[in-house]
Nanobody, 117 residues
Framework: QVQLVESGGGLVQPGDSLRLSCTASVNIASGNAMGWYRQVPGNERELVARMLRFGSTSYVDSVKGRFTISRDNAKNTVYLQMNGLRPEDTAVYYC???????????WGQGTHVFVSS
């Protein structure tokens, strides 16, 4: 069972920045993908950003140019740098890891991001 521990959420004002971190209990370099989803109560979980095994990235249109996903393989950690935050970015953010062999997904516990003036 892969364990994912997230940190970095909080309450910020519009235009502020936050960096989310997600540390895995496995060697993330051997996985198929890692990334971040977010969910607002009553809505479906939305894929925000992901990084595939060899480093390619993709983002949902609403965060392009504002959010950046990166990873530190030595620390088994993936990051989500969020700049120019907007109230509509308010959600619970979940880190995920996808196993390369089984393609199973493992999830973090979620971290809350509140953007409000």
């Amino acid at each position: 069972q892969v364990q994912l521990v997230e940190s970095g959420g909080g309450l910020v004002q519009p235009g502020d920045s936050l960096r989310l971190s997600c540390t895995a209990s496995v060697n993330i370099a051997s996985g198929n993908a890692m990334g971040w989803y977010r969910q607002v109560p009553g809505n479906e979980r939305e894929l925000v950003a992901r990084m595939l095994r060899f480093g390619s990235t993709s983002y949902v249109d609403s965060v392009k140019g504002r959010f950046t996903i990166s990873r530190d393989n030595a620390k088994n950690t993936v990051y989500l740098q969020m700049n120019g935050l907007r109230p509509e970015d308010t959600a619970v953010y979940y880190c995920y890891y996808q196993d390369r062999i089984t393609m199973n997904l493992s999830w973090g516990q979620g971290t809350h991001v509140f953007v409000s003036s």
